[in-house]
């Protein structure tokens, strides 16, 4: 008290109005560099690469899964003439979805036959057109590599990808996953699958996926972070997102990307 009373009313003023610039001016900053990250043109061809929770297929039966995240955006871009491919699979870590982006860009097909050939196939009946550079590539990982105790090889295959795709031309955005807290990826609301037979087996899931997403900013280069956000306890069994968690993802690519 004793300090403002030795504090003029000009000088009290003077720093007042230099603390309220220098907010604005920080805040400014802060949009400006949100507001650069999205798209300034509309792209001619995206490329979403992941794992189930991008799928556009379900395994083994290979349905079309119409409420995935990445299905919808595909046909919304479809109706902007944007041409998009999806290189997605269940269960698959981010290692392998190097190999496949290098195979794609090699031409070579990915079932064992040998020589080029027009398309990439993978799994059978995964195909995507001949090499070509896309505009901009979304990848959502990370969840399998915490699974198989992955994660720090599966961080090299990342950036991996996101130096071959950006010395094609392509803009890389990364989603850095959902946030943990008690509505989401919790012991209890953990269904237990032939990979992890009980509930306290997703306990050193958890810990691995936490640090996988808390080590993306960190170690990813030249790609824009899609940040955390809240899934809303929108799962279908803490990991994969029900319909309504969906619709969260794509509305946060997009408010992201500006697709």
Excluded: C
């Amino acid at each position: 008290m004793k300090f403002l009373k030795n504090i003029s009313r000009e000088e009290f003023l003077v720093g007042g109005a230099v603390a309220l610039l220098t907010y604005f001016l920080y805040s400014n900053s802060k949009l400006s560099k949100k507001a650069s990250s999205r798209l300034k043109t509309a792209p001619k061809s995206v490329l979403i690469i992941g794992d189930s929770i991008s799928a556009e297929k379900s395994n083994p039966n290979r349905q079309l899964l119409p409420t995935q995240w990445s299905t919808k955006l595909k046909k919304e871009l479809g109706a902007k003439n944007i041409e998009t491919d999806i290189m997605a699979w269940g269960a698959m870590d981010t290692q392998w979805m190097e190999k496949t982006l290098n195979k794609f860009y090699e031409g070579s097909p990915t079932n064992g036959e040998t020589g080029k050939m027009t398309k990439v196939t993978f799994k059978e009946d995964f195909s995507m057109d001949s090499p070509k550079n896309y505009d901009v590539a979304i990848i959502f990982t990370g969840v399998n590599d915490a699974l198989n105790n992955k994660t720090e090889k599966s961080m090299v295959s990342l950036q991996n990808m996101v130096n071959t795709l950006t010395s094609k031309g392509t803009k890389v955005y990364v989603v850095q996953g959902y946030k943990h807290d008690d509505k989401f990826m919790t012991v209890n609301l953990m269904t237990p699958t032939k990979y992890v037979p009980t509930k306290d087996g997703f306990i050193p899931l958890i810990k691995a996926h936490k640090q996988w997403e808390e080590d993306l900013p960190k170690k990813i280069k030249n790609a824009t972070i899609i940040p955390m956000f809240d899934l809303q306890e929108e799962t279908s069994d803490g990991i994969h997102p029900n319909p309504k968690g969906h619709d969260i993802i794509l509305q946060k690519v997009k408010e992201a990307t500006g697709l």
